[in-house]
């Protein structure tokens, strides 16, 4: 029986998330969640979003489960059973979506993994459609918030792969997958929302 996972980060951040999707999706259409975690986001999105369609995924077959228990409990028409979909291994198994949403990936997987996201992006995404990224980065010119410094050790300590990326960094991965950095916005708990745009 599927069980769900605990996650308080998710529900602090999850009000500032819906505001800042409410400004960037789409009228309609299929949002692709990429690791969705726990599934309580995608069941808050679905039902703040109820004109999208909510497409979760997870490569952790205990996070399917545990969205799968959300799913189960929300009983929302609009939210999807959520895929096996890893971001290294391409092609991606859905074919359509008008944005696409990744919230605290980037820095708790390998760097390669930045890349695979962009570069499956690019297959499914339309011109100017969004992919929106949220987390902790390191922005050039600015002093890294020390909880963040604490955040990126602890991180490194657990996989030396991991680790908080710079924007910049990010920025010249995207590009070369056909994405350009259309806004950055500043969000609690020293974490900024990307927005990328398919060009």
């Known amino acids: 029986m599927p069980t769900k996972q605990d996650s308080p ?3 602090r951040n999850a009000p500032y998330l819906v505001e ?20 309580y986001h995608a069941t808050t999105f679905a039902e703040a979003f109820p004109h999208l369609t909510w497409q979760p995924s997870d490569a952790d077959e205990t996070a399917r489960s545990s969205i799968a228990a959300y799913r189960e409990e929300a009983q929302l028409t609009n939210l999807k059973l959520a895929l096996d979909l890893d971001v290294m291994r391409q092609p991606w198994p859905t074919v359509q979506a008008e944005a696409m949403v990744c919230i605290n990936m980037i820095h708790i997987s390998p760097w390669e993994a930045t890349g695979a996201l962009f570069a499956g992006a690019s297959a499914i995404l339309a011109t100017g459609a969004p992919l929106v990224t949220y987390g902790p980065y390191i922005q050039a010119g600015e002093v890294l ?6 955040f990126d050790q602890l991180l490194k300590a657990r996989n030396p792969d991991w680790g908080l990326r710079a924007v910049d960094d990010i920025a010249t991965a995207a590009a070369d997958a056909g994405f350009n950095l259309a806004e950055i916005i500043p969000m609690p708990a020293n974490n900024l929302s990307l927005i990328w745009r398919r060009v």
């Open 9 to 11: 980060s998710s529900v």
């Open 20 to 39: 800042v999707l409410g400004r960037v999706l789409p009228p309609y259409g299929t949002v692709l969640e990429i690791a969705s975690g726990s599934g």
């Open 145 to 150: 918030a020390e909880s963040n410094v604490t």
